[in-house]
């Protein structure tokens, strides 16, 4: 048990546009999902907590009406990246934390964004 | 000074031999460790999680922990070439929401 599914794996856009990732726990509910980014050779960085039925916090230096993070059910957030630059390219990973529980995360297998 | 600080690497080690990774962290009441194996392009995957001081052992991976020190590490045994990957030392910061933030990893090379 214990899976998170994130859609799309990859993307490319042009500059300019709206791309949506989902992240989705698939057999348990989670209270609390977090999405992190990865550029390359570099390790994942926290980019904001979503809780669901409220507010995304966000960590410092992240735009929140860039990211917008929506948590509206136990099992399913979804971020998207407004108006999509070249620099926006990355490589989104998605956790989620089991109800209950504040121990491990389980990840997705991330989405790759390609802004040209 | 960074919650999660480890050595970048790469660190090389031939087939057979022990790969030592090492980690601090900043936060002194952080409770909760983790080691992630990370493969170029894909996502982290779990190898070790470590709650007390000591060591905990789970096949060729050891997780040794010392709060006093602020240190944790892990020690891959008999190492292969498979074992090649980046290694996320990862840590639960006593926040609110209990967030999870990485180390910079190390590269680890395994060759034949």
């Known amino acids: 048990g214990a899976v998170v599914s994130q859609h799309p794996s990859w993307v490319i856009c042009k500059s300019g546009t709206s791309v949506k990732i989902e992240c989705r726990s698939l057999d348990f509910q989670a209270t609390t999902m977090f999405w992190y980014r990865q550029f390359p050779k570099q390790s994942l960085m926290l980019m904001a907590t979503?809780?669901?039925?409220?507010?995304?916090?966000?960590e410092q230096g992240v735009e929140k009406d860039k990211f917008l993070i929506n948590h509206a059910s136990l099992t399913l957030s979804t971020l998207t990246v407004t108006s999509a630059h070249p620099e926006d390219s990355s490589f989104y990973i998605c956790s989620a934390r089991k109800q209950g529980n504040t121990g491990e995360l389980f990840f997705g297998e991330g989405s790759r964004l390609t802004v040209l | 000074q960074k919650e999660v600080e480890q050595n970048s690497g790469p660190l090389s080690v031939p087939e057979g031999a022990i790969a030592s990774l090492n980690c601090t962290y900043s936060?002194?009441?952080?409770?909760?460790f983790f080691w992630y194996r990370q493969y170029s392009g894909k996502s982290p995957e779990l190898i070790m999680s470590i709650y007390s001081n000591g060591d905990k052992e789970d096949g060729r991976f050891t997780a040794q922990l010392n709060k006093a020190s602020q240190y944790v590490s892990l020690l891959i045994r008999d190492s292969q070439p498979s074992d090649s990957a980046t290694y996320l030392c990862?840590?639960?910061?006593?926040?609110?929401?209990?967030?999870?933030?990485f180390g910079t990893g190390t590269r680890l090379l395994v060759s034949p």
């Open positions: 990862a840590v639960i910061l006593n926040t609110g929401f209990q967030k999870l933030v």
């Open positions: 936060d002194r009441v952080s409770q909760s």
């Open positions: 979503s809780n669901e039925g409220s507010k995304a916090t966000y």
